[in-house]
């Protein structure tokens, strides 16, 4: 396997003000020009997102009214703020035998310290050494971050988590929040109120409600597009080929936003959507959620977790399964972790909101190489603003992936690097939205297609469409297929691409927009950090 130390490991840690660090991605290069779509001195715009004379991003809508989203607020606090720095105030080191108690029981006794005036309590360390664990290790106290002293492979110099055993089956090793799933379904009493804009655009904020009367800035906000006969036609039940075609009810879109403003009956939310909603095909609606079991303001830094198993990685799966689950949880951050020989992820996002990874590896899973495995940074339902920056995998079958389908949306894999890819990187299935590869890098894949942002088909359990209103941005794919075709009311989009960009993909659908394939110096660089700079400005 290629040195990591080879891949820009940049941290988000030392982000000011929110923005990332380097070169601001919203100020032009050197020498370039700001007149919009077309060629700069150094370089090309797109027609669709580009700077205009004054240095400001602008989009361009086709005729649906599709456009490119806004992905700039995946993230811990939709990357308004910088990952803090937490003080350590408990300190343990290994103990004989197996460690799970030892460790929750600092994670507990840091967990019932008070909070500070942003909500945060304080950083469990765990020193140098190897942490034999049999158990599940929870997270799951608002403000408590774990931190290692290094995630490399010597104990002496860093922290390694030691997954030992099978028992539970299939087990996660580290669950950070609270664990459960809700579905975000908890109603304030009294706020459901519906959706009366007859259409809301795909990067919209604010939208018309009948009643506003029991909301208010600051409220959690839960949206609701159902899954009508009416939008499952529209969408050609998902176009699931020879399999059963989508049901009504079984691919609801469900946003998690907070409420910014409220001025009569109109409701501005931080974050835009990422569908359009028409109103004669789902009547969409509204509640104020009660935030029951949710954690908030926790952290796991610099530690290794390390998965046993016996005998053939490419057959053993007897042993944990998920290093890292984010579940019940916002406002998370993992920083600086590796995660080996799991089975299924080496991180996993579940019920998940406004969620930064980064500089973080999963490598060499150890698992049959099959369906439902090898997910290394996998999203599942309702993550969403999730951010995942300077990540690494190895050997992957689908290596930085949304397998959230219709809850999952606002995901932004940047400057991941896969190295030796068995499948694709990919929206997986049933209407994913809005999920955003930035300067992917793909090395020595194994496959022919190594990004899919398409329709699957009867694969799985009726795929069928993965994919809407998702982008690649500036992705390399070490000359294999990057496939991207157009959802029906949707658009998915392949801009300044390298490697064979094409519409064919395993089923046969018309190609979505692509740009610039195989043309050098696309302007700018990173979509995501030209959109949280524009924002910032």
């Known amino acids: 396997m290629a040195s990591f130390d080879a891949v820009n ?11 990332v660090l380097g070169q601001l991605a919203g100020q032009l290069p050197a020498g370039a020009t700001a007149s919009g779509a077309g060629a700069t001195e150094t370089g090309w715009q797109s027609r669709l997102v580009h700077y205009d004379a004054d240095g400001r991003l602008r989009y361009h809508q086709d005729a649906e009214k599709n456009r490119i989203p806004d992905f700039s607020h995946a993230g811990y606090r939709n990357a308004d703020q910088p990952i803090p720095e937490v003080p350590t105030v408990c300190r343990i080191g290994p103990v004989e035998g197996d460690n799970t108690g030892h460790i929750q029981a600092a994670i507990d006794a840091v967990g019932q310290l008070p909070k500070d005036p942003v909500g945060l309590r304080g950083a469990v360390l765990l020193e140098a050494g190897i942490y034999p664990v049999a158990g599940t290790v929870r ?25 030992v055993g099978n028992v539970p089956e299939h087990r996660d090793v580290l669950v950070v929040g609270g664990g459960a799933s809700t579905q975000w379904r908890g109603e304030v009493p009294g706020t459901r109120t519906t959706v009366t804009s007859d259409v809301v655009e795909v990067g919209a904020r604010s939208f018309n409600v009948a009643d506003a009367s029991a909301l208010s800035p600051g409220d959690s906000l839960i949206l609701v597009h159902p899954c009508t006969a009416e939008w499952l036609a529209a969408i050609d039940h998902g176009a699931t080929g020879k399999d059963e075609p989508w049901t009504v009810d079984s691919q609801p879109i469900v946003y998690n936003r907070r409420i910014t403003e409220i001025r009569g009956n109109r409701v501005t939310v931080d974050v835009p959507l990422f569908n359009h909603l028409r109103r004669d095909l789902s009547p969409s609606y509204v509640y104020a959620w009660d935030r029951t079991g949710v954690v908030a303001e926790v952290g796991v830094e610099d530690l290794r977790i390390d998965i046993e198993f016996a005998g053939d990685p490419d057959q053993d ?6 290093a890292i689950k984010l579940r019940q949880v916002e406002d998370v951050w993992v920083s600086g972790c590796t995660m080996l020989h799991f089975a299924k992820a080496g991180m996993e996002t579940d019920e998940c909101t406004r969620a930064t990874i980064v500089n973080c590896r999963a490598l060499d899973p150890a698992s ?22 300077d990540c690494y995998a190895s050997r992957a079958r689908h290596a930085y992936i949304s397998n959230g389908t219709s809850t999952a949306s606002g995901v932004v894999f940047l400057r991941g690097v896969s190295e030796g890819s068995l499948a694709s990187s990919e929206g997986h299935r049933r209407w994913s939205q809005a999920l955003l590869w930035d300067n992917h890098r793909e090395v020595a894949p194994a496959t022919g297609i190594t990004l899919g942002i398409y329709n699957r ?27 991207v075709q157009r959802s029906p009311t949707a658009q998915n989009y392949a801009i300044g691409c390298a490697g064979e960009v094409t519409g064919d993909g395993p089923f046969e659908h018309p190609t979505g927009h692509i740009e610039g394939a195989n043309q050098p110096g696309l302007v700018p660089a990173s979509l995501y950090e030209a959109q949280l700079a524009d924002r910032h400005r």
């Open 368 to 389: 049959v190489v099959t369906g439902g495995l090898r997910y290394n940074f996998n999203t599942e339902k309702y993550s969403q603003q999730v951010l995942f920056a």
């Open 317 to 322: 799966e007897d042993h944990a399964w998920v």
């Open 139 to 163: 997270l799951n106290h608002d403000g408590v971050v774990l931190r290692g002293v290094g995630d490399e492979v010597d104990p002496a110099s860093n922290t390694i988590i030691r997954a």
């Open 457 to 483: 088909g009867d694969y799985g359990t009726g795929h069928g469409w993965a994919s809407a209103h998702s982008v690649a941005w500036n992705a390399d794919m070490a000359g294999r297929r990057l496939v």
């Open 9 to 19: 490991r940049r941290s988000l840690l030392t982000m000011s003000g929110g923005l």
